[in-house]
């Protein structure tokens, strides 16, 4: 169980050094996603991070 401490110092990093996007995807979609990202071995948020440095690279090409 985390500390009261611990859960302060990971409420500050991510105020510091991370940005916040909310997705919205229709139903079931999510799950889908989530399967795909487990799959390659990657968090959902890794894998749509990924995705997008795929699609930006493919764009500067």
Same mark, same amino acid.
């Given at each position: 169980m985390a500390t009261k401490a611990h859960l302060e110092g990971n409420k500050r990093y991510l105020a510091n050094k991370v940005d916040e996007i909310k997705l919205?995807?229709?139903?079931?979609?999510? @799950?889908?996603?989530?399967?795909i990202a487990q799959q390659s071995g990657d968090s959902l948020n890794a894998f749509i991070i990924k995705a997008?440095? @795929?699609?930006?690279?493919r764009a500067e090409e």
């Open positions: 919205r995807v229709p139903k079931g979609r999510k @799950a889908e996603l989530q399967e997008i440095d @795929a699609y930006i690279n």
